[in-house]
């Protein structure tokens, strides 16, 4: 069943509560390394989960494994403050991070079979508004939201500031909340806080060249201003797409192309013809996987 593009909802969504450590957490500062603090990594990245239903209220067993979970994850029950500088910093209050149960009147098939984005209505399904730029400081680091749907299955929404964590540590922070709602006494990875192993050198010594991080010496030639007003969209390419794509490749690239070089570089030929590039100018790019 193909998801309908006119699918709208409400979720009646309860008051927000604190979900605090279920134990005991250490006090104190935890600094973020140079990468973490960037202002770029300001936001809070959004992800939804669907799942049938396991039976049980799925916002009660959620909200007691993330208070479990919390214990040794303890950085994210706090808050971050902002130093003189800039400089961004963890302050372990123990505080906990928002926690909103919701209903609404949908079923888990209306989604449609391929649960990809667009996902319809996605705003009801978090607890704040999608946004490539937030204040991070002083304000809970986690945002949670379970959505029992009319199926019996539920809906996870998560929003989480980027300082604190990429997409592997947040994989890795939910896998634990999951091994604790299964019953496990402690997660099978433990975390460990060493933020100090990707601070910059003082003063710094540079090995290498890093020419991408150098102004542009032509301004006239910098296709992408700062004031440049920008719409945001996205694109999913499913199997067929990449199976296209892979069959423009020289045969001798074919097998040894992951599917991350064969778009970025895909993106990257289609973003230089859109903005005009001649074959010898040269520009910024930055691509992570």
């Given at each position: 069943?193909?998801?309908?593009?006119?699918?709208?909802?409400?979720?009646?969504?309860?008051?927000?509560?604190?979900?605090?450590?279920?134990?005991?957490?250490?006090?104190?500062?935890?600094?973020?390394?140079?990468?973490?603090?960037?202002?770029?990594f300001r936001f809070y990245r959004s992800i939804i989960y669907f799942y049938r239903?396991?039976?049980?209220?799925?916002?009660?067993?959620?909200?007691?494994?993330?208070?479990?979970?919390?214990?040794?994850?303890?950085?994210?029950?706090?808050?971050?403050?902002?130093?003189?500088?800039?400089?961004?910093?963890?302050?372990?209050?123990?505080?906990?991070?928002?926690?909103?149960?919701?209903?609404?009147?949908?079923?888990?098939?209306?989604?449609?079979?391929?649960?990809?984005?667009?996902?319809?209505?996605?705003?009801?399904?978090?607890?704040?508004?999608?946004?490539?730029?937030?204040?991070?400081?002083?304000?809970?680091?986690?945002?949670?939201?379970?959505?029992?749907?009319?199926?019996?299955?539920?809906?996870?929404?998560?929003?989480?500031?980027?300082?604190?964590?990429?997409?592997?540590?947040?994989?890795?922070?939910?896998?634990?909340?999951?091994?604790?709602?299964?019953?496990?006494?402690?997660?099978?990875?433990?975390?460990?806080?060493?933020?100090?192993?990707?601070?910059?050198?003082?003063?710094?010594?540079?090995?290498?060249?890093?020419?991408?991080?150098?102004?542009?010496?032509?301004?006239?030639?910098?296709?992408?201003?700062?004031?440049?007003?920008?719409?945001?969209?996205?694109?999913?390419?499913?199997?067929?797409?990449?199976?296209?794509?892979?069959?423009?490749?020289?045969?001798?690239?074919?097998?040894?192309?992951?599917?991350?070089?064969?778009?970025?570089?895909?993106?990257?030929?289609c973003r230089t013809a859109a903005l005009g590039y001649a074959p010898g100018d040269?520009?910024?790019?930055?691509?992570?996987?």
């Amino acid at each position: 069943m193909a998801a309908s593009s006119s699918l709208a909802f409400t979720a009646r969504r309860g008051d927000p509560e604190l979900v605090a450590p279920a134990g005991p957490t250490p006090r104190g500062l935890r600094r973020l390394s140079d990468i973490d603090d960037q202002r770029s990594f300001r936001f809070y990245r959004s992800i939804i989960y669907f799942y049938r239903s396991g039976g049980g209220d799925p916002a009660r067993v959620i909200r007691g494994a993330l208070a479990a979970a919390l214990v040794h994850y303890y950085p994210i029950a706090g808050r971050i403050r902002e130093l003189p500088g800039g400089k961004l910093v963890v302050d372990c209050t123990g505080e906990g991070v928002s926690f909103v149960e919701a209903d609404a009147d949908v079923s888990l098939e209306e989604f449609g079979d391929s649960l990809c984005p667009p996902i319809p209505c996605a705003g009801e399904l978090l607890t704040l508004p999608e946004s490539n730029s937030a204040v991070v400081t002083d304000r809970p680091l986690l945002y949670v939201q379970v959505t029992r749907l009319r199926c019996g299955g539920f809906v996870f929404g998560t929003q989480i500031c980027h300082n604190l964590v990429d997409a592997a540590g947040i994989t890795q922070f939910w896998q634990a909340v999951g091994e604790l709602a299964q019953g496990a006494a402690a997660p099978s990875v433990r975390p460990v806080w060493a933020r100090e192993l990707l601070d910059a050198r003082h003063p710094p010594r540079p090995a290498y060249d890093h020419p991408e991080y150098e102004p542009a010496s032509d301004e006239a030639s910098d296709k992408l201003r700062p004031g440049d007003e920008l719409v945001h969209r996205r694109f999913l390419f499913g199997p067929d797409d990449v199976a296209a794509l892979r069959g423009q490749l020289p045969a001798r690239l074919g097998p040894r192309c992951s599917r991350f070089l064969l778009l970025s570089a895909f993106t990257w030929r289609c973003r230089t013809a859109a903005l005009g590039y001649a074959p010898g100018d040269r520009g910024p790019v930055h691509v992570r996987p």
